[in-house]
C-alpha cells in the first residue's frame, strides 16, 4: 500500500527534549501538532523544543539522523512514493511496540520501481496465505486461489503490465469466473473478507521478527535497494517501550528463522548479513 508523495516527503523537522536533546526527526504535520497546542516553540525555522517533559528520549542515536529525499533504489528525487516494507496488511496486527510511530521500515521508491516490486511482493504474499491460511474459510481450491491472484493483479497493476500479459489475465479471469459461477461483486467481497482473515492468521502463527526479516530481506533481493541508510540492515528490528525505544539485530541463524528463509528462497541470500 502507498501514497503517492506530491512534495518533498520527509520535512526533517528536529524534535528536542527541554535538557537540549535531540529526539527525533519529524514532519511538518507533527511539528505543527506540538505549535498548534502550546506544547513546543518553533526556533531556526525547523527546530520544535518541547515546553513539557515527555516519556524517554525519542529515537536511539543509531537513527538519529535526517532521511534523504530519494529512491533508495535508484536515487532519483522525484515521482516519489512510500513504501511499507513490512506490507501494512500484516503490520496492523502487530503489537504496539512493534508498529507504534515506527517508520524505520517505511523507505522511498520511485513509483515506477515501486509499481514492479510490488508485484513480486505479491508472490509472497499469496505464498503466505496458502501456507497459514485457513482453506477452510470458503470453498478454496487451486481455482480460486489463482482468480483471487488474478483479480489483485488486474485491479492494482493492470497500467504496469504489457498488452499480452494483458490479455492473459483478462481471458484467464473470465473463464474462472464464468466456470466458477463467481460475480464480481460476490468475488470482491468474499476476497475481501477471506484475505482480512487469513493477514491476521499469517501474523498469529509467525513470529512477528520472523515477518519482519522476511520481508525486509525480499525487498532487498528483489528490489536491489542502493542508496538505503547505513543503519538499515534486514535484521535491525524497532521496538518502542514506554519510556524508551530499543533497537535490536534479530539473529539470522536463529533455527525456526532459517527454516522460514530456506521455504521463502531467502536463506542463501540472508547469509551476507551474517
Known sequence: ??????????????????????????????????????????????????????????????????????????????????????????????????????????????????????????????QLENDYGDETSYEYDKHWNECASIYHIIKKHWNDLPPSKQIYFKLRYDGLMETYSFDESTFYNKTSNFLFINNKLVVDK???????????????????????????????IKVIGEDNTDLIEYDLKDKELVELLKRYNLYEFSKKYY
Request: hydrophobic fraction near 30%; aromatic fraction near 10%.
Open 1 to 126: 500500500m502507498s501514497k503517492v508523495i506530491q512534495s518533498l516527503p520527509y520535512s526533517n523537522y528536529q524534535l528536542y527534549h527541554p535538557d537540549g536533546t535531540l529526539m527525533c526527526y519529524c514532519s511538518k504535520k507533527r511539528a505543527n501538532w506540538y505549535l498548534n497546542r502550546d506544547l513546543g516553540k518553533l526556533k531556526n525555522n525547523t527546530e520544535i523544543h518541547l515546553n513539557f517533559v515527555p516519556n524517554g528520549y525519542g529515537d536511539p542515536d543509531e537513527i538519529l539522523q535526517p532521511r534523504k529525499n530519494l529512491c533508495v533504489v535508484s536515487g532519483k528525487n522525484t515521482n516519489l512514493s512510500k513504501h511499507h516494507t513490512v506490507p501494512t496488511q500484516y503490520r496492523k496486527y502487530f503489537e504496539l511496540k512493534y508498529k507504534d510511530k515506527n517508520s524505520c521500515d517505511i523507505v522511498l521508491l520511485d513509483r515506477e520501481i515501486h509499481n514492479q516490486y510490488e508485484l513480486e511482493a505479491d508472490k509472497l504474499k499469496m
Open 206 to 236: 509467525l513470529k512477528t521478527e520472523h515477518l519482519i526479516v522476511i520481508w525486509k530481506l525480499h525487498f532487498i533481493k528483489h528490489a536491489k535497494p542502493k542508496h538505503l541508510p547505513d543503519w538499515w540492515k534486514p535484521n535491525m
